[in-house]
């Protein structure tokens, strides 16, 4: 333990360890960013995006070494520049002394080396929060005050700072920066992490301060958010969290990454970075996820274990016979009495307390059939758990029958499949997840009782009911039908989402049709001497054009034919025209092509304007032609480009290989209508893990959206192929569709959250929890 005579010495031997893990991690770190680099390069990519990659990779190569020998050198020299030193170009202002500098005006290469900067530190924050939390605890009960200097060694922007800076004195360019920066972001955010981690087990084994009470740590601003709402900064319900090892983004996470509250050291820019600054320090925790869940089901267990140890003994012995028999005497009893209340004749009403009291005479009955501690301990835990779901007032009465008749199939699984209790994953659980979630909405009158979703949840029961000796597997099996169910509910049942799914289905189609298009036009042009207006034409505007024909007119149409054979005659016309006579055969043609492309780019819902923008475009490259400055077209390349376009569909790629890009969604979003509309701005940069948690989103989920100024209810309805696209529907019908990126754009900046923050058995057992530690004896009773 740390004696008051070495407090001080402990703290300087804590930055010596982090400083020298950093300087051994950063050969391997630069050479990730490297490898990473060169697999970027390699990946498939729009030709802009696949040159800069390239070019990164290649010039990342020689400067490696220097910019790696640059950054060990500026980093060894932290542990000994005097607590308020500074670093970067503010050194000589530090709180020692000294005159502030005069107002200037800030380059704008130095506000995007602090954005830069500000964004890694972020990162490395959101990588690394509770490593950091745990140390700048024990070094703050060490050197007896509150926080860490704004300019120590230990602070992520300080390391940040290094890294851009020396980035830049190696020479290599901010744009090649900004195109790997998710690769510098994570290898770097690996590395701080490390030397935290390793920081924090030398004070361990040192004695300092083993558990971390976060208490002291806990802040509350002043501000509120955007929705009105007031924003909590700083570690919130961290000691929870801590337990099941969440790594979310809190707040104070964001602040130490080198963002204020209500700006940042990169909003000297513009308003657009402070905005964006803004959005960022109000990022919201991932959700509780399996960590959670785990976390409880462990409390659980430990609790249990104390009164009943060989509850934890997932070897144990099947159930006795005795007790498998009254399981289904009292199956038997609970079909009879709530049989009246299940039949669709009778709407289903049954009261909570008429149904809470027969479960508990069920419960009495099954004890006394019990023969060992652990069955009784089991049937205690499984009751109050029902008992907890029962009460859930957001399930309608309808429905909540249904669940009270799962009861003894679930009870029969738990005593004769201990891992019930021991994994999150188990597919009762799941089912009842599922179901749940599904059938929580905000309004339950807007459903009718009996609809298609009510009578799937009386066969899946009913299922259950019928194999009674199946256990885990006839779950499981109901499980995956109930989930191909919700993919036609939404689709072709529900009222709500039915016509909503339709226009998402219709987008998706319209965007991946229209990518095979630009691929393939990218293949035929790309030893052909076109024009590059013409071909950004082709490739962003046109492409769309042939996708929209052909969803409505048919591939094979005649009106489809005429937008292709508009495409060849852009081509020819954007090419070299030497003589009189080729110059006259393109004045003579090009009206009807403009008239053509005008009414190609307005059955694809472009604007006027937009269509007058294009226009002009293509007529400056026309204009190059007659000038001579285009290339010339050989007549047979052209022939040869007809016979393809002519069989274009038949060449197109596979659509399970196309990636719907968010810029593409928002370049051709047109179809927007009062029953769908497409979100193409908003939100805040999202983590990996964030964007992780956007593709683990389930259908049938409801959340509460914030959107164009107004907050509601909207329920997950369908997901398109690979969950690229994500479309959420009101109770009143109308869509919402994001693309996966900025679907976790809003994750993260909290504009987009579960309106159940977990699942329903996760809720239902920390009930249960709750009243066992109350009255442990219960278990046993």
């Not at 998710?182 to 701080?192: A, C, H, P, W, Y």
């Not at 499980?479 to 939404?490: K, S």
């Not at 489809?560 to 508009?566: E, G, P, Q």
């Amino acid at each position: 333990m740390a004696t008051a005579a070495n407090p001080s010495a402990l703290a300087a031997q804590a930055r010596r360890v982090y400083v020298e893990s950093l300087l051994l991690g950063v050969p391997t770190t630069v050479q990730t960013v490297v490898s990473g680099a060169h697999r970027l390069a390699n990946e498939k990519a729009d030709p802009p995006t696949a040159h800069k990659r390239m070019n990164v990779a290649m010039d990342l190569v020689r400067p490696a070494a220097h910019w790696q020998q640059t950054l060990i050198d500026r980093l060894s020299t932290g542990p000994n520049l005097p607590l308020g030193a500074r670093t970067g170009a503010g050194a000589q202002y530090g709180s020692g002394g000294g005159d502030m500098p005069p107002m200037a005006l800030v380059d704008d290469d130095t506000i995007e080396i602090e954005i830069l900067s500000s964004r890694l530190a972020l990162a490395m924050m959101d990588k690394a929060s509770w490593e950091f939390t745990d140390l700048r605890a024990r070094l703050s009960s060490l050197e007896r005050r509150e926080e860490l200097d704004g300019a120590d060694i230990l602070r992520p922007h300080v390391v940040a700072r290094a890294v851009v800076d020396t980035w830049r004195s190696a020479g290599l360019p901010l744009d090649h920066w900004v195109t790997v920066q998710q690769v510098l972001q994570t290898s770097f955010g690996e590395l701080i992490e490390e030397a935290y981690h390793e920081t924090n087990r030398w004070l361990m084994s040192e004695g300092v301060r083993p558990e971390i009470d976060l208490r002291p740590y806990i802040r509350r601003s002043r501000g509120v958010s955007p929705a009105g709402t007031p924003v909590t900064t700083g570690f919130g319900d961290m000691a929870e969290e801590r337990s099941h090892g969440r790594r979310g983004s809190g707040g104070g996470g964001a602040n130490e990454g080198g963002f204020g509250g209500s700006g940042s050291t990169a909003s000297g820019g513009s308003g657009e970075v402070g905005e964006e600054t803004r959005l960022m320090t109000r990022m919201t925790g991932l959700p509780r996820g399996v960590g959670h869940a785990e976390a409880v089901l462990g409390r659980l267990n430990k609790l249990v274990g104390r009164q009943v140890p060989q509850f934890a003994d997932t070897t144990a012995p099947q159930s006795s016979p005795g007790l498998r028999q009254a399981i289904a005497d009292a199956q038997a009893g609970l079909q009879r009495q709530l049989g009246a209340a299940t039949h669709e004749s009778s709407g289903g009403q049954i009261s909570t307390p008429a149904l809470l009291q027969e479960m508990r005479q069920r419960k009495a009955v099954l004890k006394q059939a019990a023969t060992t501690p652990v069955e009784r301990a089991t049937i205690e835990i499984v009751a109050l758990l029902f008992q907890s779901i029962l009460m859930e007032e957001k399930i309608p009465a309808q429905v909540r029958v249904w669940f009270a008749r799962l009861q003894m199939p679930v009870l029969r699984v738990a005593v004769s499949e201990p891992d019930f209790f021991a994994t999150t994953d188990h597919p009762a659980r799941n089912l009842i997840d599922r179901m749940g979630a599904c059938v929580m909405g905000f309004d339950v009158s807007a459903r009718a009782v009996g609809d298609a979703l009510d009578k799937e949840i009386k066969r899946v029961v009913q299922v259950v009911e019928a194999y009674p000796d199946t256990g885990r597997r006839v779950f499981q099996t109901v499980l995956t039908e109930f989930e191909r169910f919700l993919e036609h509910y939404f689709s072709n049942e529900n009222a709500a989402t039915r016509k909503g799914v339709s226009l998402a289905q219709q987008v998706e189609q319209r965007e991946t049709l229209a990518i095979q298009y630009t691929i393939e036009l990218r293949k035929m042009l790309d030893q052909m001497p076109v024009q590059e207006g013409v071909r950004i034409f082709l490739f962003q505007v046109w492409a769309d054009v042939l996708a929209t024909t052909a969803l409505k007119a048919g591939a094979g149409s005649e009106t489809t034919k005429v937008m292709k054979r508009a495409a060849a005659d852009l081509i020819w016309s954007a090419g070299a025209k030497v003589s009189r006579e080729e110059r006259a055969d393109v004045i003579r043609r090009l009206p009807p092509l403009l008239k053509t492309l005008r009414a190609g780019m307005a059955e694809a819902g472009l604007l006027p304007e937009k269509q007058d923008e294009h226009i002009q475009s293509l007529n400056d490259s026309l204009a190059a032609a007659f000038t001579a400055k285009a290339a010339a077209i050989p007549a047979e390349r052209l022939d040869e480009l007809m016979a393809r376009l002519d069989d274009l569909e038949e060449l197109l790629p596979d659509a399970d290989d196309m990636v719907i890009d968010e810029s593409i969604v928002m370049d051709l979003s047109g179809h927007e209508s009062s029953e769908l509309q497409i979100v193409t701005d908003g939100g805040s940069m999202p983590t990996p893990a964030m964007i992780a948690w956007a593709r683990e989103l389930q259908v049938g989920g409801w959340y509460m959206l914030e959107h164009r100024g107004s907050i509601e209810a909207v329920q997950l309805a369908w997901q398109g192929m690979r969950k690229q696209l994500s479309l959420f529907v009101s109770q009143q019908g109308r869509g919402t569709l994001f693309q996966q990126h900025r679907l976790a754009s809003f994750l993260q900046a909290g504009l987009l959250v579960p309106a159940q923050d977990e699942a329903l058995t996760v809720r239902a057992t920390r009930t249960a929890l709750a009243k066992l530690d109350a009255d442990p004896a219960r278990l046993l009773n």
